[in-house]
C-alpha cells in the first residue's frame, strides 16, 4: 500500500503555525495577582501571555461565588490589569481572566478574592493622633 500526499501531524502543525504570524490563539495571562481590595472593589493585575502575532483583548469575568451569578464582565484592549467596582463588602468572587484575538481564546485563569469587611475598613484607616 502506498500514500501520496502530504503526512499531517496535527501538533506539531499547530505548533508550527503558532510562529507564523497572524496563526493562533493568544496564550493565557498569568501572574495574576490581586493588587488592591476595598469594600465594593477589587483591583486584579496579570502578565500578558503570547498575543499569537495579532492584538489580543483582554476579559475578565466576575462571579458572585455565594450566589453564583455572574456580577460583571469586563473587557480591556491594552493590557491585563481590571478594576471592578460596585460590589458587596465580605463577600468572595471568582474572577475568570482570559485573552481572545481574531483567531480565539485563551485557556481561563481563575482567582478567588474577597471584598473587605466594614470592620477591616474602620480598622484599616481608622488613626489617632499621639502627639
Known amino acids: 500500500m502506498s500514500f501520496s500526499g502530504e503526512k499531517k501531524d496535527t501538533v506539531s502543525t499547530r505548533f508550527e ?3 507564523t504570524p497572524n496563526s493562533c490563539a493568544p496564550q493565557s495571562p498569568h501572574d495574576c495577582l490581586v493588587t488592591n481590595q476595598t469594600l465594593d472593589s477589587l483591583t486584579i493585575e496579570c502578565q500578558a501571555g503570547h ?3 495579532l ?3 483582554f476579559h475578565m469575568e466576575v462571579y458572585n461565588s455565594l450566589a453564583e451569578y455572574m456580577a460583571d464582565n469586563l473587557t480591556r484592549l491594552d493590557k491585563p490589569r481590571f478594576k471592578v467596582t460596585d460590589l458587596s463588602p ?3 468572587y471568582v474572577l475568570v481572566i482570559y485573552a481572545s484575538n481574531v483567531k480565539g481564546r485563551s485557556d481561563s485563569v481563575a482567582l478567588v478574592a474577597t471584598t473587605l469587611s466594614t470592620t477591616e475598613r474602620r480598622s484599616g484607616t481608622s ?3 499621639i502627639i
Do not use: A, H, K, V
Open 127 to 129: 488613626f489617632r493622633s
Open 51 to 53: 498575543n499569537g502575532s
Open 55 to 57: 492584538p489580543q483583548i
Open 90 to 92: 465580605s463577600t468572595s
Open 17 to 19: 503555525n503558532c510562529l
